[in-house]
């Protein structure tokens, strides 16, 4: 893994301040929670009457979805690699089709 996107770095650490499974996570983010707002949902030391957020995350998941979890879990990381394999699959592509472009454009010998 080369580098974590501005975009998930919020999730990583949000997942690792409350403590969060890859499931857990990746509920959250298919219900489009905001991972910087878990601190007011998980404050029940102060506010005993909530449910603690991992509670929280699965009752809103099985209203949302009707299941308990998701299908295929994958971890932050398994998206980070696999985005960066399309990425380089796209880029062999492009330059597969401009070297066959350029091969095909040139004057036969």
């Known amino acids: 893994m080369k580098r974590i996107p501005l975009k998930l770095q919020p999730w990583f650490d949000a997942r690792q301040r ?43 998941y099985r209203k949302s979805f009707g299941r308990e979890a998701p299908q295929d879990v994958r971890s932050l990381e398994e998206m980070i690699t696999a985005d960066q394999d399309r990425r380089a699959r796209k880029l062999e592509k492009k330059a597969q089709a401009l070297a066959d ?5 040139a004057p036969p010998p």
């Open 18 to 60: 409350f403590k969060l499974t890859h499931a857990e996570v990746q509920m959250a983010r298919e219900l489009g929670m905001n991972p910087k707002q878990f601190g007011g949902l998980a404050n029940t030391r102060q506010e005993p009457w909530k449910v603690p957020l991992r509670e929280f995350i699965a009752n809103c």
């Open 101 to 105: 472009y350029g091969a095909s454009d």
